[in-house]
Protein backbone atom coordinates (compact mmCIF):
# COMPACT_ATOMS: atom_id res chain seq x y z
CA UNK A 1 0.00 0.00 0.00
CA UNK A 2 1.69 3.31 -0.99
CA UNK A 3 1.28 6.13 1.57
CA UNK A 4 0.07 8.55 -0.09
CA UNK A 5 -2.96 6.91 -1.24
CA UNK A 6 -6.51 7.86 -1.30
CA UNK A 7 -8.43 6.17 1.87
CA UNK A 8 -12.21 4.86 0.45
CA UNK A 9 -15.14 6.89 1.65
CA UNK A 10 -16.73 3.58 3.77
CA UNK A 11 -19.93 3.54 5.63
CA UNK A 12 -19.62 1.27 9.19
CA UNK A 13 -23.42 0.52 10.09
CA UNK A 14 -23.49 0.83 13.70
CA UNK A 15 -25.67 -2.34 15.01
CA UNK A 16 -28.17 -0.75 16.87
CA UNK A 17 -29.98 0.39 14.30
CA UNK A 18 -31.98 3.44 15.22
CA UNK A 19 -28.76 5.22 16.01
CA UNK A 20 -26.03 7.30 14.17
CA UNK A 21 -23.35 5.50 11.63
CA UNK A 22 -20.07 6.88 11.18
CA UNK A 23 -17.52 7.17 8.07
CA UNK A 24 -13.95 6.65 7.70
CA UNK A 25 -14.14 10.10 6.57
CA UNK A 26 -15.44 11.27 10.13
CA UNK A 27 -12.64 9.70 11.76
CA UNK A 28 -10.46 10.90 9.07
CA UNK A 29 -11.12 14.33 9.75
CA UNK A 30 -11.06 13.75 13.74
CA UNK A 31 -7.10 13.25 13.80
CA UNK A 32 -4.47 12.82 11.24
CA UNK A 33 -4.62 9.21 10.40
CA UNK A 34 -1.75 6.97 8.48
CA UNK A 35 -3.32 6.28 5.58
CA UNK A 36 -1.47 3.25 5.03
CA UNK A 37 -4.00 1.45 7.19
CA UNK A 38 -6.64 1.63 4.84
CA UNK A 39 -10.19 1.64 4.89
CA UNK A 40 -11.31 -2.00 6.64
CA UNK A 41 -8.28 -1.14 9.42
CA UNK A 42 -9.81 1.94 10.36
CA UNK A 43 -13.63 0.29 10.28
CA UNK A 44 -12.86 -1.95 12.24
CA UNK A 45 -11.80 0.66 14.82
CA UNK A 46 -15.02 2.16 14.58
CA UNK A 47 -16.90 -0.91 14.93
CA UNK A 48 -14.97 -1.70 18.16
CA UNK A 49 -15.84 1.96 18.94
CA UNK A 50 -19.63 0.97 18.92
CA UNK A 51 -19.30 -2.16 20.91
CA UNK A 52 -17.67 0.12 23.66
CA UNK A 53 -19.90 2.75 23.77
CA UNK A 54 -23.28 0.86 23.33
CA UNK A 55 -22.18 -1.12 26.13
CA UNK A 56 -22.03 1.65 28.52
CA UNK A 57 -25.28 3.29 27.16
CA UNK A 58 -28.34 2.33 29.56
CA UNK A 59 -31.13 -0.49 28.35
CA UNK A 60 -33.19 2.27 28.26
CA UNK A 61 -31.12 3.95 25.94
CA UNK A 62 -29.92 0.62 23.97
CA UNK A 63 -33.42 -0.30 23.23
CA UNK A 64 -33.59 3.00 21.57
CA UNK A 65 -37.35 4.14 23.29
CA UNK A 66 -35.65 6.65 24.77
CA UNK A 67 -34.60 8.51 21.58
CA UNK A 68 -38.92 8.47 21.20
CA UNK A 69 -39.26 10.95 24.05
CA UNK A 70 -36.68 13.70 22.28
CA UNK A 71 -37.59 16.36 20.50
CA UNK A 72 -35.98 17.29 17.17
CA UNK A 73 -33.26 19.28 18.48
CA UNK A 74 -32.36 17.24 21.61
CA UNK A 75 -32.56 14.46 19.25
CA UNK A 76 -29.91 15.79 16.74
CA UNK A 77 -27.71 16.73 19.83
CA UNK A 78 -28.01 13.40 21.37
CA UNK A 79 -26.69 12.37 17.84
CA UNK A 80 -23.85 13.94 17.68
CA UNK A 81 -22.90 13.11 21.12
CA UNK A 82 -23.30 9.88 20.42
CA UNK A 83 -20.96 10.42 17.39
CA UNK A 84 -18.57 12.43 18.83
CA UNK A 85 -17.96 9.54 21.91
CA UNK A 86 -18.00 6.85 18.83
CA UNK A 87 -15.02 8.56 16.95
CA UNK A 88 -13.19 9.37 20.45
CA UNK A 89 -13.11 5.91 21.00
CA UNK A 90 -11.79 4.78 17.74
CA UNK A 91 -8.97 7.31 18.09
CA UNK A 92 -8.27 6.50 21.19
CA UNK A 93 -8.46 2.74 20.31
CA UNK A 94 -5.88 3.51 17.74
CA UNK A 95 -3.49 5.71 19.94
CA UNK A 96 -3.30 2.53 22.45
CA UNK A 97 -2.21 0.19 19.31
CA UNK A 98 -0.11 2.12 17.80
CA UNK A 99 1.92 4.01 21.03
CA UNK A 100 5.66 3.89 19.07
CA UNK A 101 7.61 2.01 21.15
CA UNK A 102 10.80 0.84 20.63
CA UNK A 103 14.03 0.57 21.92
CA UNK A 104 15.91 4.58 22.04
CA UNK A 105 14.72 7.00 24.57
CA UNK A 106 13.15 8.98 22.08
CA UNK A 107 10.56 5.66 21.41
CA UNK A 108 10.02 5.78 24.71
CA UNK A 109 8.92 9.33 24.75
CA UNK A 110 6.64 9.39 21.91
CA UNK A 111 4.93 6.12 23.40
CA UNK A 112 3.94 8.02 26.62
CA UNK A 113 2.60 10.95 24.49
CA UNK A 114 0.52 8.39 22.81
CA UNK A 115 -0.82 7.44 26.02
CA UNK A 116 -1.21 11.11 27.40
CA UNK A 117 -3.32 11.20 24.00
CA UNK A 118 -5.74 8.38 24.37
CA UNK A 119 -6.19 9.24 28.11
CA UNK A 120 -7.53 12.64 26.61
CA UNK A 121 -9.75 11.06 23.80
CA UNK A 122 -11.12 8.60 26.78
CA UNK A 123 -12.05 11.90 29.09
CA UNK A 124 -13.94 13.00 26.41
CA UNK A 125 -15.84 10.13 25.69
CA UNK A 126 -16.42 9.93 29.35
CA UNK A 127 -17.86 13.68 29.32
CA UNK A 128 -19.85 12.66 26.34
CA UNK A 129 -21.71 9.13 27.62
CA UNK A 130 -22.39 11.24 31.08
CA UNK A 131 -24.28 14.07 28.96
CA UNK A 132 -25.88 10.90 27.11
CA UNK A 133 -26.86 9.65 30.14
CA UNK A 134 -27.69 13.04 31.96
CA UNK A 135 -25.30 11.92 34.84
CA UNK A 136 -22.70 14.24 36.09
CA UNK A 137 -19.23 14.19 34.56
CA UNK A 138 -17.75 13.80 37.99
CA UNK A 139 -17.09 10.61 39.17
CA UNK A 140 -16.44 11.41 42.85
CA UNK A 141 -17.98 12.68 46.19
CA UNK A 142 -16.61 15.04 48.67
CA UNK A 143 -17.08 13.58 52.01
Known amino acids: MLINQQIQSENVDNPLDFLPSVTVDDMITLMRVDKTQGSPR?????????DEINRMLPETHSDGSYLDTLTYVKLDEYCRTYKRAVLHEAAALMADDYSDYDSTGAGVIRGDNQATKSDKLRRIVNHCIADLTNKPRNRISLL
Open 42 to 50: IASYISHAY
